[in-house]
């Protein structure tokens, strides 16, 4: 006989079986009960969470010959039957293959039809949000007022995709994210079951990498078992399996980031290369290792609510004092983002060097979060004894006793119509708003080399989205501009990287233009 896998053998076959959607489960119970059954259901959730399961044991139910409090006995020719798939009363439908209008036509049709055997007709249409709309429309009239004999159970990972008009006509269930002690209890009876020997922090670091879906959980813990068959499946080989990484691995790499050793932390992660571990599975665990810090920093009780061994939690509390909260939260900022920009990334490695370097040369970042790590980091140097030197960086401030930096010469000639819009800047940008508006708020109007309206920025951010919406944002302004000045003005972008502030490096034309208008409200 061939070999079934975990979440199929073990699936369950009644209410009491499900676990972790108990909110669910007791509802349905009770409308069998009361006999108040719907005749359309929607079951939104993630992946691994039971849609299906349910879907099945509740078709099951309202068929059952002798019904136990609200759950099928199992054992009668009707429940018999369903399990084994071998109904025509219930009827499984893949609406990812099946998404046309005919398919729906199709259903319209049968529905006429009365059960062979049994009260109810049950359509379980599966991932339902990828029917097309004209599928949508087909179902729509059979949704709302079918035979007394059907009842329509529609389920999907992506309920934001259905159509209003579905989701007014349907019963709606939101199946929750399993929880890691749930997915861990039902996965340790299931291997006394199977006579497998598993470690108990094997069972927990399968059940936490099953993302809250008791199906992945399963899967995982399959492939680990069938690795190492016949063999205790210990917390290593779990680890090995998986291509994960061990929290002493993160204990280092958060030390080497502490202290600045840029060569340790690259060659950390070279060695997690070579040993094959999964680069993404590596960044996500870490942000979710510095997640325990952080909130073991935040407050005292919650060593109760990490997942983590006593010998971790002794190196974690020690991490906890070398490290600030603003500054930890910082590298979790970072790692989130490089997280969803390694999803889909070809040069993993090179992405994950780039955040290492950033968490090691906070300097070479301008925003503010980046900045109280620079400062943390010169108070660990002071504290330390090391001398800081004393360095003009960047946007900074200046070494003491040094020259200030020379400004630009001004403008010899500024032409009529750059005067014209700079006289009325304000009210010009008023009639963009939004963040547009903020941003260019933000700019120093000077003139370029070309004779163009030259936008100078100090604020990195205003730049960089002035600069990538380019297209939306400048194509606006020269319109704006245009009507104003009769004629078309060109825009240059320009972000300042010289030590001086843009109004001192650049001539503000706001400066040496006379006002006749002061400000221009359209607003009002």
């Known amino acids: 006989m061939s070999y079934t896998a975990l979440y199929r053998k073990f699936r369950p076959q009644e209410f009491e079986d499900v676990k972790g959607q108990e909110h669910i489960v007791t509802t349905l119970k009770n409308q069998i009960k009361a006999d108040r059954i719907g005749h359309a259901y929607l079951f939104c959730g993630t992946r691994g969470t039971g849609k299906t399961t349910v ?17 099928p006995c199992g054992e009668c020719p009707t429940c018999q039957a369903i399990s084994a798939g071998a109904s025509m009363n219930v009827i499984e439908i893949d609406a990812a293959s099946n998404n046309g209008v005919d398919n729906i036509r199709q259903i319209r049709e049968e529905v006429a039809y009365r059960p062979t055997e049994g009260k109810y007709k049950v359509y379980i249409i599966d991932e339902v949000h990828m029917l097309s709309a004209g599928a949508f429309n087909a179902l729509l009239k059979t949704l709302e007022e079918p035979p007394a004999y059907v009842i329509f159970i529609l389920a999907t990972t992506e309920a934001h995709k259905i159509p209003i008009t579905i989701l007014s006509r349907c019963q709606r269930y939101d199946f929750h994210r399993i929880s890691i002690d749930t997915i861990a209890d039902r996965l340790s009876e299931l291997m006394t079951e199977e006579h497998v020997d598993v470690e108990e922090r094997a069972i927990r670091y399968v059940a936490k990498a ?9 899967s995982l813990l399959d492939q680990c078992i069938a690795f190492h068959l016949g063999e205790t499946l210990t917390y290593e080989n779990v680890l090995e399996v998986l291509g994960a990484v061990d929290t002493e691995i993160f204990s280092k790499l958060l030390r080497q980031i502490i202290e600045e050793n840029i060569t340790g932390a690259i060659s950390t992660l070279d060695d997690l290369v070579n040993e094959g571990r999964e ?28 997942d983590i061994s006593a010998d971790n939690l002794v190196a974690l509390r020690e991490e906890a004092q070398m490290i600030k909260p603003e500054v930890l939260i910082r590298y979790i900022r970072i790692f989130s983002e490089l997280g969803n920009q390694i999803r889909f990334a070809s040069q993993k490695r090179i992405l994950i060097e780039i955040a290492l370097i950033k968490l090691c040369k906070p300097q070479m970042e301008k925003d503010y979060s980046a900045i109280v790590d620079r400062l943390e980091v010169l108070e660990r140097k002071m504290e330390k004894g090391v001398p800081v030197q004393m360095v003009t960086q960047q946007g900074a401030g200046k070494t003491e006793g040094a020259e200030p930096a020379p400004k630009a010469p001004l403008p010899k000639a500024i032409p ?21 508006k903020t941003y260019l708020n933000k700019a120093v109007p000077s003139l370029g080399n070309n ?17 990538e919406n380019k297209a939306d944002c400048v194509t606006t302004l020269k319109e704006i501009l245009a009507k104003r000045a ?5 825009i240059s972008l320009h972000k300042n990287e ?11 034309l706001r400066n040496l233009i006379s006002f006749d208008i002061e400000e221009e409200n359209f607003d009002e």
């Not at 099953?210 to 399963?218: I, K, P």
């Not at 009769?486 to 060109?490: Q, S």
């Open 498 to 508: 010289s030590s001086q502030r843009a109004s001192d490096a650049f001539p503000d």
């Open 279 to 306: 680069l993404g599975q590596m960044v996500n665990d870490f942000t979710w290792y510095m997640r325990n810090l952080l909130l073991l920093q935040s407050s005292d009780d919650m060593e109760d609510v990490l």
């Open 416 to 436: 009529e119509d750059i005067q014209n819009v700079v006289r009325g800047w304000k009210s010009i940008i008023s009639e963009i708003g939004g963040i547009t």
């Open 55 to 71: 879907a099945k044991i509740f078709a099951k139910a309202v068929n059952c010959e002798h019904p136990v409090d609200g759950s």
């Open 451 to 467: 004779g163009e309206l030259l936008l100078v920025f100090d604020d990195v951010n205003a730049y960089e989205f002035l600069y």
């Open 210 to 218: 099953g993302d809250g879906s008791m199906r992945d959980a399963l």
């Open 486 to 490: 009769g004629k078309e003005i060109e």
